[in-house]
């Protein structure tokens, strides 16, 4: 457990589908984001460069750049249709582990 990579901390094996899915989507929202920062910060080098650019096109871009890339992240959090799910899903795996105790 001290030296995994990830540890289930219960038997259902849905979740660790989910931790794979969502670590693919977590990467490429990474990428993404990296990508998108990086073509902005060049296109406005070029503009500053070929004498065309400000430190206002500059200042506008990064805080642009900036919303963009926290909007595109924040959908890698669960709706509400998923969050009801998880919790209807934990609830009918409580109630089949009491009804196994019996």
Known sequence: METSDMTLMD?????LE???????R????IIENV??????????MGLT???????WLAIGSDVGAMLIVTINGMKLLPSKKQVKAMKHSDQEMSSSKKGDEV
């Open 26 to 29: 977590a990467v490429r929202t």
């Open 18 to 24: 989910y931790s794979i899915r969502m670590g693919k």
């Open 11 to 15: 038997s259902d094996l849905r979740k």
């Open 35 to 44: 990508t998108f920062s990086l073509v902005a910060k060049a296109v406005v």
């Open 49 to 55: 460069f070929s004498g065309m650019g400000s430190l």
